[in-house]
Nanobody, 125 residues
Framework: QVNLVESGGGLVQAGGSLRLSCVAS????????MGWFRQAPGKEREFVTA????????FYSDSVKGRFTISRDNVKSTVYLQMNSLKPEDTAVYYC??????????????????WGQGTQVTVSS
């Protein structure tokens, strides 16, 4: 069992930055691929980014590539999402996600074994 708790969301102006954190509990965090999804009002939850358990493999959706960076600290059982150059269309609830194995399996909701409760990010224009 892995429990995920996100933090760091808030209100920011367009062009600004935020860093989200997701703290995991459970002995096997260091062997889990981790990722982030987001869900805007009235839209389906969508994949944002994922990282391998070693941290040496990452991939991003086209909509955030070059602006967002995912990283992890296995000692602190934490995964981070650094969001720069934020746009109003980045407004959404951001969810942390986890599963064992390849991070590429986190590219869809079906691949997710564990979800966090979500944290709201609002970008004003």
């Amino acid at each position: 069992q892995v429990n995920l708790v996100e933090s760091g969301g808030g209100l920011v102006q367009a062009g600004g930055s935020l860093r989200l954190s997701c703290v995991a509990s459970g002995r096997t965090f260091s062997t889990y691929a981790m990722g982030w999804f987001r869900q805007a009002p009235g839209k389906e939850r969508e994949f944002v980014t994922a990282i391998s358990w070693t941290g040496d493999m990452t991939f991003y959706s086209d909509s955030v590539k070059g602006r967002f960076t995912i990283s992890r600290d296995n000692v602190k059982s934490t995964v981070y999402l650094q969001m720069n150059s934020l746009k109003p269309e980045d407004t959404a609830v951001y969810y942390c996600a986890a599963r064992p194995g390849s991070p590429f399996l986190l590219a869809t909701m079906r691949g997710v074994d564990y979800w966090g409760q979500g944290t709201q990010v609002t970008v004003s224009s």
